[in-house]
């Protein structure tokens, strides 16, 4: 049979690019950039072309497995899902459902079918203990808009095609390629703005490679609530906010006027580092543009005010007269209507539960992922005793990964659904195969709402399963029928679980299959915000039409504004400026510690050849002898005595690791940056002899060290001090 090339998309990161897919008598040949793509137009990044190597790699799990007394051993399917029912049933027989958790990481937000089976599953099942990647990454973003908007997933974004003026804080796009916004050839957007005579001024630690190109404000580690406080003061002080702007959207101005006015730039130079004149001059160049967009992510989302930083981002768009206005920061359409649904049947919230550990409130349902350890080791009512995790790695990813991968072998029962057997379920009882986003059908659901160009693809599978992976949601699926529920049947979703009884009695025989997620996608698209209501619209979208358009369909050319209206659920229809929450923060907001035996900063960061912890053992991403390298501005090392390229000690009051430094003065002084996802423990032998060390083993998992408004972890701005290591003890994995 000669080779087949098949149109796709990369699941990834939030771009999206299209790819083509070479395939022959069943395998994968290549990956390449798809030129047909109308947005990415033949781009793509060297972790979706090297997706081939994921794919096809020998260390992939392909078989369920289970855990023997020397390792794990292949099981068949209804053996490992027949124990595992009966496992949970005698669990919850003792311990009751509250017992259940699960984690789920980021590449399912990239799955349609397995988060919607993850909710359904949750709210059938009653689960109390659900944790996410979010806490590691964006659920302050979401409890930012709740307080503002009334609703959690109005998120804006920056309206990059129209705009004359960027801010951007915490967040490397020409690395990352853009996080919650979806913009393939962001580079390319950036670059534009400056060439049409606008600005792009970046906030960040590091002169990264962002920064590089444009204007860079090398701010101290965590100071971004301080600095966007102190832009706020000068707005108001000097008269600059657009008052009509005002008056139209908010409620609250008067309150955050006061709740500001203490944040002089020369009051924040200590903690910023910052000259106030420059703090001063951006905040009048950002007020009289005559377009503005705010934009920040990552960096912004682990310091210890997250939510606040969140907030204060959107509060800026409102207060200059940038919010829901061309080339400002904008709200797109939803491609399935997500909030409308969520606020009428109450589905998942912020706060509605709290967590057994610590009180802290639910975002979207799931708790901080930091407090995981200590749920599973303190007894009591509720104790965490049957662990589910799903396309995650929590052990790498949360703070004090020791702890929590300590706390896993104290588990009743721990099942694990993924790829590889990683850093964390190595200690599993039971690893099930999952397919590849190549193996499943898939559709962008959230992101469409986050591209400046309303654009979305739907994609058939590419391959059959490998081995005998399945999808996520036929495995979530089993496991609810061995427990006796059904997705989507019981509280809230009882109207859902109607319908799925109504589809099954319209079943030919009355059979008992369950409805899939191709179908609820294509009921819900065909009633979302762009349907075709059944026929009822003639241009409107439905799986069908997605069909016939393989390479995807853009749905606009730009985001329509005058919107607000529609996104705001608050009852007196405004924007919220001054909530107890974040006016209680801003009066009780004080400067860091310093404790000289700690002088350092550390921030985390991303490489262009790696994606959190599960890309490392992708050969094709790992050539050169590619190595884990903090980076340190030349002046830290020379105080330290430690030269280019050798090992450096680094040590929090929490911990200590060593990795080899590489000075450059795009530090800025004070600050060590090191790379996330290293220092592997799991069963790909790529990944693990890459060696490298867990930068979060320097980090905290004291109650008192979690963000109390969105349970964000603290994994920026972690006070260290830097050693030299005597060769003939260094280690290249080591991590003290």
């Not at 090297?50 to 799990?61: E, G, I, L, S």
């Not at 359904?120 to 908007?149: C, I, M, T, W």
């Not at 002089?264 to 910023?272: K, L, M, S």
């Not at 790498?396 to 694990?416: C, G, I, K, M």
Request: proline share 8%; hydrophobic share 40%; net charge neutral.
């Amino acid at each position: 049979m000669s080779p087949r090339e098949i149109p796709t998309y990369c699941r990834i990161c939030e771009p999206l690019c299209g790819l083509i897919a070479t395939v022959e008598d069943g395998k994968l040949l290549q990956l390449r950039a798809d030129k047909e793509h109308p947005l990415s137009r033949g781009n793509a990044c060297p972790k979706g072309i090297a997706f081939t190597a994921v794919q096809n790699d020998p260390d992939r799990v392909l078989y369920p497995l289970r855990r023997t007394a020397t390792g794990f051993e292949r099981v068949g399917w209804d053996e490992a899902l027949d124990d595992i029912g009966a496992r949970l049933r005698g669990i919850m027989r003792e311990h009751g459902r509250e017992s259940l958790g699960w984690y789920f990481g980021n590449p399912s937000s990239f799955s349609y079918s397995h988060t919607l089976w993850i909710v359904g599953f949750q709210l059938a099942a009653g689960l109390r203990h659900v944790y996410s990647a979010g806490s590691q990454d964006v659920n302050n973003r979401f409890v930012a808009s709740h307080l503002l908007y009334g609703s959690l997933t109005s998120v804006p974004v920056p309206d990059l095609d129209r705009t004359e003026f960027l801010l951007m804080l915490g967040a490397n796009p020409v690395v990352s390629h853009g996080s919650v916004i979806s913009v393939p050839r962001i580079r390319e957007k950036l670059t534009a703005i400056t060439k049409r005579g606008g600005r792009v001024v970046v906030v960040d630690p590091r002169r990264t490679e962002t920064a590089r190109l444009f204007e860079h404000v090398g701010i101290r580690p965590d100071g971004d609530a301080w600095l966007l406080a102190s832009l706020l003061q000068v707005i108001f002080a000097e008269g600059l906010e657009d008052t009509e702007a005002l008056r139209r959207q908010a409620a609250g101005v008067r309150e955050l006027r006061a709740a500001v006015a203490r944040f002089t730039p020369e009051a924040t130079a200590e903690v910023t580092g910052l000259d106030p004149d420059r703090v001063r001059i951006l905040a009048r160049d950002l007020a009289t543009a005559g377009s503005a967009a705010v934009y920040g992510r990552t960096g912004t989302c682990l310091g210890r005010h997250a939510t606040l930083v969140a907030f204060l981002i959107d509060a800026l768009a409102v207060v200059t007269g940038n919010l829901d206005a061309p080339g400002g920061s904008v709200f797109g359409k939803e491609l399935v209507a997500v909030s409308e649904l969520n606020a009428r049947l109450g589905l998942i919230g912020y706060g509605k539960s709290r967590s057994r550990i610590g009180d802290f409130p639910d975002v979207l349902g799931t708790f901080p992922a930091a407090i995981m350890a200590k749920e599973i080791t303190t007894p009591g009512p509720g104790q965490l005793r049957a662990l589910f995790t799903s396309a995650g790695n929590p052990a790498s990813s949360v703070p004090n990964p020791r702890e929590l991968s300590t706390a896993l072998d104290q588990l009743d029962l721990f099942v694990s659904i993924d790829l590889y057997v990683n850093d964390t379920n190595r200690k599993a009882d039971y690893i099930l195969p999952a397919t590849t986003f190549l193996e499943r059908d898939d559709i962008p659901l959230p992101f469409a709402a986050l591209s400046p160009t309303p654009y979305t693809q739907y994609t058939e599978r590419v391959l059959e399963p490998a081995g005998e992976a399945r999808e996520e949601w036929q495995i979530i699926d089993a496991l609810a029928t061995r427990i006796g529920v059904t997705p989507f049947t019981a509280g809230p979703a009882r109207p859902l679980g109607r319908l799925f009884s109504t589809l099954r009695r319209k079943l030919p025989g009355g059979s008992t299959l369950r409805p899939t997620p191709t179908l609820l996608v294509d009921l819900a698209l065909r009633t979302g915000p762009y349907g075709d209501r059944f026929g009822l619209r003639r241009d409107g979208l439905s799986l069908a039409k997605l069909r016939r358009h393989p390479h995807g369909l853009v749905l606009s050319d730009s985001i329509p504004t005058g919107v607000l209206r529609k996104v705001v659920q608050h009852k007196d229809n405004r924007v919220h400026l001054a909530p107890p929450e974040i006016t209680a923060e801003l009066t009780t907001l004080t400067a860091p510690p310093t404790d000289p035996s700690y002088p350092l900063r550390v921030i985390g960061m991303r490489e262009l050849k790696s994606h959190n912890s599960w890309m490392h053992n992708a050969e094709p991403l790992m050539r050169g002898s590619r190595r884990q390298q903090a980076r340190i501005h030349p002046k830290d090392a020379a105080a330290a005595n430690i030269p280019d390229g050798a090992p450096c000690r680094i040590t929090s009051p929490h911990g200590s690791i060593t990795v080899p430094i590489l000075l450059t003065e795009d530090m800025t002084p004070g600050t060590i940056a090191i790379p996330h996802g290293w220092g592997h423990r799991g069963g790909w032998h790529l990944a693990n002899a890459a060696g490298g060390a867990n930068v979060n083993d320097l980090t905290s998992t004291n109650l008192e060290d979690i963000e109390r408004l969105a349970g964000m972890s603290n994994l920026n701005g972690i006070p260290v001090r830097i050693e030299p290591v005597v060769l003939a003890e260094h280690r290249p994995d080591q991590a003290v």
